[in-house]
Protein backbone atom coordinates (compact mmCIF):
# COMPACT_ATOMS: atom_id res chain seq x y z
CA UNK A 1 0.00 0.00 0.00
CA UNK A 2 1.13 3.55 -0.81
CA UNK A 3 0.24 6.10 1.37
CA UNK A 4 1.14 9.57 1.16
CA UNK A 5 1.21 13.05 3.05
CA UNK A 6 0.27 16.46 2.08
CA UNK A 7 0.29 19.84 3.64
CA UNK A 8 1.24 23.30 4.18
CA UNK A 9 4.40 23.86 5.73
CA UNK A 10 4.18 23.20 9.64
CA UNK A 11 0.89 21.28 8.80
CA UNK A 12 2.18 18.60 11.45
CA UNK A 13 2.54 15.87 8.72
CA UNK A 14 5.66 14.45 9.76
CA UNK A 15 4.67 13.62 13.35
CA UNK A 16 1.34 11.80 11.53
CA UNK A 17 4.06 9.96 9.25
CA UNK A 18 6.12 8.92 12.47
CA UNK A 19 3.09 7.82 14.28
CA UNK A 20 1.73 5.42 11.29
CA UNK A 21 4.88 4.27 10.90
CA UNK A 22 5.20 3.39 14.80
CA UNK A 23 2.28 1.80 14.78
CA UNK A 24 2.74 -0.47 11.13
CA UNK A 25 5.57 -1.86 12.38
CA UNK A 26 4.33 -2.25 15.83
CA UNK A 27 1.87 -4.81 14.23
CA UNK A 28 4.72 -6.54 12.29
CA UNK A 29 4.37 -5.08 8.73
CA UNK A 30 7.25 -4.19 6.29
CA UNK A 31 7.11 -0.56 6.42
CA UNK A 32 9.55 2.60 4.38
CA UNK A 33 9.48 5.82 4.91
CA UNK A 34 10.19 8.52 2.46
CA UNK A 35 10.32 12.14 2.35
CA UNK A 36 10.54 14.30 -0.47
CA UNK A 37 12.57 16.03 -2.25
CA UNK A 38 15.28 13.21 -1.34
CA UNK A 39 15.03 8.91 -0.63
CA UNK A 40 18.28 8.20 -3.02
CA UNK A 41 21.92 9.39 -2.93
CA UNK A 42 20.36 11.23 -6.65
CA UNK A 43 17.45 12.79 -5.19
CA UNK A 44 19.31 13.79 -2.03
CA UNK A 45 21.62 15.43 -4.11
CA UNK A 46 19.01 17.61 -6.02
CA UNK A 47 17.17 18.32 -2.88
CA UNK A 48 20.37 20.46 -1.33
CA UNK A 49 20.06 22.10 -4.62
CA UNK A 50 16.53 22.81 -3.94
CA UNK A 51 16.64 24.02 -0.30
CA UNK A 52 20.31 25.63 -0.55
CA UNK A 53 19.63 29.69 0.74
CA UNK A 54 21.96 30.39 -1.47
CA UNK A 55 20.24 29.45 -5.02
CA UNK A 56 18.17 32.58 -4.85
CA UNK A 57 18.49 33.02 -8.82
CA UNK A 58 16.46 29.54 -9.28
CA UNK A 59 13.78 30.37 -11.83
CA UNK A 60 10.28 28.41 -11.03
CA UNK A 61 11.02 26.36 -14.30
CA UNK A 62 14.17 25.01 -12.66
CA UNK A 63 12.97 24.07 -9.62
CA UNK A 64 9.71 22.13 -10.90
CA UNK A 65 11.70 20.29 -13.31
CA UNK A 66 14.25 19.21 -10.04
CA UNK A 67 11.47 18.25 -7.80
CA UNK A 68 10.25 16.16 -10.53
CA UNK A 69 13.60 14.43 -11.47
CA UNK A 70 14.54 13.55 -8.08
CA UNK A 71 11.07 12.47 -8.04
CA UNK A 72 11.68 9.67 -10.88
CA UNK A 73 14.71 8.31 -9.28
CA UNK A 74 12.82 7.62 -5.90
CA UNK A 75 10.00 5.88 -7.71
CA UNK A 76 12.70 3.85 -10.13
CA UNK A 77 14.64 2.84 -7.10
CA UNK A 78 12.88 3.03 -3.90
CA UNK A 79 8.87 3.32 -4.34
CA UNK A 80 8.36 0.26 -7.09
CA UNK A 81 10.81 -2.23 -6.45
CA UNK A 82 9.73 -1.92 -2.46
CA UNK A 83 5.39 -1.94 -3.31
CA UNK A 84 6.18 -4.96 -6.25
CA UNK A 85 7.16 -6.86 -3.15
CA UNK A 86 4.07 -5.54 -0.99
CA UNK A 87 5.78 -3.40 1.62
CA UNK A 88 3.68 -0.22 2.54
CA UNK A 89 5.33 3.05 1.57
CA UNK A 90 4.45 6.03 3.51
CA UNK A 91 5.64 9.30 2.04
CA UNK A 92 6.37 12.24 3.44
CA UNK A 93 5.17 14.59 0.56
CA UNK A 94 4.64 13.38 -2.95
CA UNK A 95 3.40 14.52 -6.79
CA UNK A 96 0.62 16.48 -5.58
CA UNK A 97 3.07 19.29 -3.86
CA UNK A 98 4.11 20.14 -7.58
CA UNK A 99 0.20 19.88 -8.91
CA UNK A 100 -0.16 22.61 -5.07
CA UNK A 101 3.29 24.59 -4.98
CA UNK A 102 4.51 24.93 -8.57
CA UNK A 103 1.19 24.89 -10.53
CA UNK A 104 -1.30 26.58 -7.77
CA UNK A 105 1.11 28.49 -5.94
CA UNK A 106 4.13 29.37 -8.50
CA UNK A 107 1.60 30.02 -11.35
CA UNK A 108 3.33 27.16 -13.60
CA UNK A 109 0.35 25.66 -16.45
CA UNK A 110 -1.59 23.01 -14.29
CA UNK A 111 -2.15 20.89 -17.50
CA UNK A 112 1.54 20.56 -17.90
CA UNK A 113 2.35 20.27 -14.08
CA UNK A 114 -0.31 17.32 -14.27
CA UNK A 115 1.33 15.86 -17.55
CA UNK A 116 4.83 15.96 -16.16
CA UNK A 117 3.73 14.64 -13.00
CA UNK A 118 2.45 11.56 -14.66
CA UNK A 119 5.03 11.17 -17.16
CA UNK A 120 7.15 11.15 -13.54
CA UNK A 121 5.28 8.64 -11.21
CA UNK A 122 4.19 6.30 -13.99
CA UNK A 123 2.00 3.10 -11.98
CA UNK A 124 3.67 4.59 -8.74
CA UNK A 125 0.29 6.55 -8.04
CA UNK A 126 -0.86 6.77 -4.48
CA UNK A 127 -3.84 4.59 -2.83
CA UNK A 128 -4.49 7.08 0.15
CA UNK A 129 -3.85 10.49 0.41
CA UNK A 130 -3.72 12.61 3.99
CA UNK A 131 -4.04 16.01 3.46
CA UNK A 132 -3.50 17.92 6.79
CA UNK A 133 -5.50 20.37 6.22
CA UNK A 134 -4.82 23.98 8.53
CA UNK A 135 -5.81 28.24 7.79
CA UNK A 136 -3.06 30.06 6.60
CA UNK A 137 -3.21 32.28 9.76
CA UNK A 138 -2.01 28.86 11.97
CA UNK A 139 1.16 28.66 9.21
CA UNK A 140 1.74 32.10 10.09
CA UNK A 141 1.04 31.40 13.87
CA UNK A 142 3.07 28.27 13.93
CA UNK A 143 5.70 29.87 12.38
CA UNK A 144 6.45 32.72 14.47
CA UNK A 145 6.00 30.10 17.43
CA UNK A 146 9.24 28.53 16.07
CA UNK A 147 10.91 31.70 15.08
CA UNK A 148 10.06 33.55 18.10
CA UNK A 149 10.19 36.44 15.64
CA UNK A 150 7.25 38.89 14.17
CA UNK A 151 7.00 38.40 10.56
CA UNK A 152 8.93 40.64 8.63
CA UNK A 153 7.85 41.70 4.88
CA UNK A 154 8.95 38.86 2.75
CA UNK A 155 6.86 36.30 5.21
CA UNK A 156 3.65 38.28 4.65
CA UNK A 157 3.86 37.94 1.18
CA UNK A 158 4.75 34.22 1.60
CA UNK A 159 0.80 34.32 3.21
CA UNK A 160 -0.65 34.80 -0.44
CA UNK A 161 1.75 32.06 -1.53
CA UNK A 162 0.23 29.94 1.40
CA UNK A 163 -2.86 30.96 0.31
CA UNK A 164 -3.06 29.72 -3.51
CA UNK A 165 -1.03 26.31 -2.22
CA UNK A 166 -4.09 25.89 -0.04
CA UNK A 167 -6.27 25.97 -3.11
CA UNK A 168 -4.28 24.15 -5.27
CA UNK A 169 -4.80 21.43 -2.32
CA UNK A 170 -8.71 21.51 -1.60
CA UNK A 171 -9.07 21.38 -5.80
CA UNK A 172 -6.65 18.44 -5.40
CA UNK A 173 -8.99 16.89 -2.45
CA UNK A 174 -12.72 17.68 -4.96
CA UNK A 175 -10.65 15.91 -7.91
CA UNK A 176 -9.18 12.91 -6.33
CA UNK A 177 -11.04 10.17 -4.94
CA UNK A 178 -7.69 8.99 -2.90
CA UNK A 179 -7.84 11.79 -0.80
CA UNK A 180 -8.61 12.55 2.63
CA UNK A 181 -8.75 16.08 4.04
CA UNK A 182 -8.23 16.20 7.49
CA UNK A 183 -8.84 19.37 9.44
CA UNK A 184 -5.27 19.82 10.72
CA UNK A 185 -6.16 21.71 14.36
CA UNK A 186 -7.78 18.60 15.46
CA UNK A 187 -5.36 17.40 18.49
CA UNK A 188 -2.56 14.91 17.24
CA UNK A 189 -4.24 11.72 18.53
CA UNK A 190 -7.38 12.49 16.81
CA UNK A 191 -5.66 13.02 13.11
CA UNK A 192 -3.59 9.89 13.69
CA UNK A 193 -7.29 7.74 14.80
CA UNK A 194 -8.74 9.37 11.29
CA UNK A 195 -5.83 8.53 9.35
CA UNK A 196 -5.98 4.80 10.97
CA UNK A 197 -9.64 4.50 10.61
CA UNK A 198 -9.22 4.96 7.16
CA UNK A 199 -6.85 2.75 6.21
CA UNK A 200 -8.59 0.02 8.03
CA UNK A 201 -11.78 0.98 5.97
CA UNK A 202 -9.62 1.15 2.91
CA UNK A 203 -7.72 -2.11 3.39
CA UNK A 204 -11.11 -3.89 4.00
CA UNK A 205 -12.12 -2.62 0.20
P1 LIG B 1 10.98 20.47 3.62
O1 LIG B 1 12.05 21.10 4.41
O2 LIG B 1 11.03 19.01 3.36
O3 LIG B 1 9.54 20.90 4.22
P2 LIG B 1 8.34 20.06 4.85
O4 LIG B 1 8.81 19.51 6.15
O5 LIG B 1 7.25 21.09 5.02
O6 LIG B 1 7.92 19.01 3.86
O7 LIG B 1 10.97 21.29 2.29
C1 LIG B 1 10.16 20.98 1.28
C2 LIG B 1 9.69 22.27 0.66
O8 LIG B 1 9.61 22.08 -0.74
C3 LIG B 1 8.31 22.65 1.15
O9 LIG B 1 8.20 24.05 1.37
C4 LIG B 1 7.42 22.28 -0.01
C5 LIG B 1 8.31 22.38 -1.21
N1 LIG B 1 7.97 21.42 -2.30
C6 LIG B 1 7.55 21.93 -3.52
O10 LIG B 1 7.45 23.15 -3.69
N2 LIG B 1 7.25 21.05 -4.53
C7 LIG B 1 7.37 19.70 -4.40
O11 LIG B 1 7.10 18.93 -5.36
C8 LIG B 1 7.82 19.19 -3.13
C9 LIG B 1 7.99 17.71 -2.91
C10 LIG B 1 8.11 20.08 -2.11
Known sequence: MFITFEGLDFCGKSTQVQLLEKLLTG?????????EPGGTIISEKIRNV??????????????????????AQLVGEVILPLLDENSFVIS???????????????????????????????????DLTFLIDIPIEEVVRRKTMVKHVELDRIERSEMD???????GYLFLASRESRFRRIDGMLAIEEIHKVIVDEITKYSKG
Do not use: C, W
Not at 27 to 35: A, D, Q, T
Not at 98 to 121: H, M, N, P, T
Not at 162 to 167: A, G, P, T
Open 27 to 35: EGKKVKVIR
Open 50 to 71: LLDKKNSEMLIETELILFAASR
Open 92 to 126: DRFHDSSIAYQAFGRGIDLEFVDELQKFVIGRAIP
Open 161 to 167: FYEKVRE
